[in-house]
């Protein structure tokens, strides 16, 4: 059975159809919500951005020229981000190491949902503590620089969407990227076996 | 062959370059090991960031949140917070305003089931019902009460808040300067109190205060605020607004009294409304309509005061004037205008912090306590004394009166209760005379008092464990009559010291210190600092022991050790100066002896160069010596010291007990 097309989908949302946003919040709110989380380091900031983005896109889906609604989405985030998050940023942030809840709901999120695969406990103590020093590594890049290496590797975003999703030129994605990746050559461990 | 540089061989392992540049790298990289090399070590440091290549799973709960928000009113809540939050943020820079929500529920409005739309966005109200409780409201103010919270633009200044000029000329015509009232019977005014308003239905902007008192407890980052204003009333249930966004104030220490026919007009509650940051609304159920002073009070932080002093030490440096002056500091986030201000000298301890409480987000009200009129009053903790006669630093000669005592003549009126604590008894109250204006973030210095002809001692000390190898000056007098203080104590500050050279006022700088707090009748000294022009050097110039103790193998058991120190006085001043010497002989079994026998007459035997060293014992390890110096010389006196060591220390011991026999 074929998945209808983004493009239906908001149409179908246009029109009035609330089960159209519904599957579109389920197809793309995964990644949705793993950008927002990088680009925080708060699972608080990064939900609250979460549903002022598809507020947003809820609001805004007239707009929506185009067929695959990704790139739009991520700029939408990326506007609801970099604008709002920077405007709270003195609020003070939970990192995600800490336990967030007890109620099992949201504790399955992110580590513990990958925990729940069969890795060994030192195998995934490790792998918890390389995340760490990952995100840790990742909020130290200005908003833009991480928006974009966020963007280009884990979302595999090219650098024209990623322009469009920041509004920039794609000269300027390409420095971003750069300056992101040079920072992060003196911020993640040197690979095991070093440099002869 | 030349390697790629790191900068490239990254860009060509995330495809940064131009298709010509990478194909070019990626032909290199084919011919040479090192680059090769290079290049795999890269691409190892970034593959760990694959360990967060995963997207967050997104729970149900956040789903259903997500699809239930984009519904129209969550939309609006945040339109309506925000446009709340710059309008109150604005407001509150220009100056704390109260607005009076002047809600008017006659009987048939009680009947009606209250508004309890939280969610919808500031209304406009009915104005027929409104009418008759605006006669005193100003028109150019009335019709814009009537809006929902101002818009961008609306506003001539910038358009946000009302500008200070709308405020000050609607004072004029709001409050007639009869301030006559018209009383209603109780029967007139519905039992049930209105529900709280979530949104403002009316605003009207309050006059600047009529008086502003503020009482600044510097220990604590703690400001006592009473302002007086003029509330007009309409009979029944009146709302009152106050925000303090921005600033930094207590909420729960919000007080609100009515100072004229307080038992017409009763204060029932507090509201803090619900998702309304900064916010509180009154509810008063009045018997009264027309204008009303009502005295506002409440905590706030960010004011700050500090004393600085100036001593001028005549050339002789036996006596000096000090000029006592006080800083006063807002930064608090609001204006004050014509402020009372007082400066409470003394510790608090018994409260929190106010920063903390001002930045939290939802205050909780104060408790309500009756008096035996059964008015509603709140409460707060006072200082003890307050409706005595105290002290002001005015009351010190030589000022005349330059600050008053406030306190006295109107604590009738301010009624406060009172805190029987003995700890609180150490509090005075400085009152500067007048009013200031203090804006935010602006500071002013005021003078507080100025003594002549204070006694003073001038004192060098030499004690290396405390001070090293160096002379120190200090300067020390009583905060007594006698020393023509005494009257209050002396708050703590900076405080700095110059000396008259001549009968020119040419003033030089001798040194700067700090007072701490000083009571009344306690010592003042003030450390100066090293002083290079009075040098004190100790030379050792002989050791050798005896009086050995053997016991009966031959080993030995005791024996003394006798050191022969001189010390090397100069005094380069031009006038006599005291030293005090310590000497620390890291024993507890000593003797000490001045070598050199003073002469009868009390002078040195090469003639006036000062008195004769004295001597005492200062505690168990340490003797102190005193000498005074005439002006210009250099002399020396020396002392020896013996230690006893072992047995001979037991017999040191037996002395000194049989000598206290």
Redesign the interface.
């Known amino acids: 059975m074929t998945q209808p097309s983004d493009r239906n989908l908001v149409d179908a949302h246009i029109r009035g159809d609330t089960e159209a946003?519904?599957t579109l919040?389920?197809r793309y709110?995964?990644?949705v919500?793993?950008y927002l989380?990088?680009m925080t380091h708060n699972k608080d900031h990064?939900?609250d951005l979460?549903?002022e983005t598809?507020?947003r896109v809820?609001?805004n889906a007239g707009q929506f020229r185009g067929e695959h609604i990704k790139p739009w989405l991520f700029k939408i985030a990326t506007h609801t981000a970099i604008n709002r998050y920077r405007k709270e940023k003195n609020t003070p942030a939970i990192s995600l190491n800490q336990p967030l809840c007890t109620d099992g709901?949201?504790c399955?999120?992110?580590q513990s949902?990958?925990a729940a695969d069969t890795v060994e406990p030192g195998r995934q103590m490790e792998?918890d503590e390389?995340?760490q020093?990952?995100?840790n590594s990742?909020m130290q890049l200005p908003e833009k620089q991480r928006a974009a290496l966020v963007l280009?590797?884990?979302h595999k975003l090219n650098h024209s969407q990623i322009a469009e999703a920041m509004d920039c030129s794609v000269g300027t994605v390409?420095t971003h990227?750069?300056r992101a990746?040079?920072k992060?050559?003196t911020l993640?461990?040197?690979?095991v076996g070093g440099?002869? | 062959m030349k390697h790629v540089n790191e900068d490239k061989l990254i860009q060509y392992a995330f495809d940064l370059l131009e298709t010509e540049q990478q194909n070019e790298i990626a032909r290199h990289l084919e011919q040479c090991p090192d680059c090769r090399t290079k290049m795999e070590q890269i691409q190892k440091q970034f593959a760990v960031l694959d360990v967060l290549n995963e997207d967050a799973a997104l729970s149900e709960e956040l789903i259903q949140q997500t699809l239930a928000q984009k519904a129209a009113g969550a939309k609006t809540i945040r339109f309506y917070r925000r446009l709340w939050v710059e309008w109150t943020a604005a407001a509150a820079a220009v100056l704390l305003i109260c607005a009076l929500l002047l809600q008017n529920l006659p009987d048939t409005h009680v009947k009606e089931p209250a508004p309890r739309d939280f969610d919808k966005p500031v209304a406009k109200l009915d104005t027929k019902d409104n009418r008759p409780s605006l006669t005193a409201i100003p028109p150019s103010q009335g019709g814009e009460s009537e809006d929902s919270p101002p818009v961008k633009g609306q506003y001539p200044e910038g358009g946000r808040g009302y500008d200070s000029e709308s405020i000050k000329n609607s004072m004029g015509t709001a409050h007639p300067t009869i301030h006559d009232v018209k009383i209603v019977s109780a029967d007139a005014i519905p039992d049930v109190a209105p529900f709280a308003p979530a949104s403002a239905i009316e605003l009207v902007v309050l006059p600047n205060p009529d008086k502003m008192q503020l009482t600044i407890y510097n220990s604590a980052d703690l400001t006592l605020v009473r302002d007086t204003r003029r509330l007009t009333l309409k009979p029944g249930w009146n709302w009152l607004q106050f925000m303090w966004d921005g600033t930094l104030i207590d909420p729960t220490s919000l007080s609100l009294v009515p100072l004229q026919r307080a038992d017409k007009i009763d204060i029932q509650q507090l509201v803090y409304p619900a998702r309304l940051k900064d916010i509180g609304r009154w509810l008063i159920r009045s018997e009264v309509e027309g204008s009303v002073p009502f005295e506002i009070t409440y905590f706030a932080s960010g004011l700050s005061w500090r004393a600085f002093y100036m001593g001028t030490m005549n050339a002789d440096e036996t006596s000096m004037n000090l000029k006592g002056y006080v800083n006063v500091a807002n930064n608090s986030g609001q204006d004050f205008e014509n402020a009372q201000t007082r400066l409470v000298v003394g510790e608090t301890h018994l409260l929190e912090e106010i920063p903390y409480l001002a930045q939290r987000h939802y205050p909780y009200g104060p408790e309500i306590m009756k008096n035996e009129k059964g008015v509603s009053r709140y409460n707060w903790h006072g200082v003890k004394d307050f409706d005595k006669k105290i002290p002001m630093l005015g009351d010190m000669p030589g000022l005349g009166g330059r600050f008053y005592d406030y306190g006295a003549d109107n604590a009738d009126k301010l009624t406060i209760k009172q805190i029987e604590k003995e700890g609180l008894s150490e509090y005075f109250l400085y009152t500067i005379e007048g009013t200031e204006d203090l804006p935010n973030t602006w500071a002013k210095r005021l003078p507080s008092f100025d003594v002549d002809n204070i006694p003073v001692k001038s004192l060098y000390k030499y004690d290396e464990d405390r001070y090293a190898r160096q002379t120190v000056r200090f300067v020390s007098f009583k905060n007594d009559a006698e020393h023509k203080l005494g009257e209050t104590p002396i708050p703590e500050g900076a405080v700095k010291i110059y000396r008259n050279l001549n009968d020119m006022q040419n003033l030089s700088y001798i040194g700067g210190s700090s007072l701490k707090y000083i009571p009344v009748n306690e010592d003042v000294e003030l450390n100066l600092g090293p002083d290079q022009l009075v040098k004190v050097e100790p030379v050792l110039m002989n050791t050798q022991t005896d009086n050995y103790i053997f016991d009966n193998k031959g080993n030995i058991t005791g024996s003394d050790t006798i050191e022969t120190w001189k010390l090397k006085l100069t005094n380069t001043r031009d006038i006599p100066v005291e030293i005090e010497i310590t000497r620390n002989f890291g024993t507890d079994y000593w003797d000490i002896e001045l070598n050199n026998s003073p002469p009868a007459k009390g002078e040195y035997p090469e003639g006036g160069r000062g008195s004769i060293p004295t001597y005492k014992k200062h505690d168990k390890n340490r003797a102190r010596f005193t000498i005074t110096l005439s002006p210009r010389t250099e002399t020396s006196f020396a002392y020896t010291v013996t230690n006893y060591q072992g047995q001979r220390a037991e017999a040191y011991v037996k002395k000194l007990q049989e000598q206290q026999k």
């Open positions: 946003f519904a919040l389920r709110g995964p990644p919500l793993g989380t990088k990064a939900e979460f549903q598809f507020r809820h609001q709901v949201h399955a999120t992110l949902s990958l792998l390389q995340r020093l990952v995100r990742l280009s590797y884990y390409k990227l750069f990746l040079k992060l050559r993640l461990p040197q690979p440099m002869q």
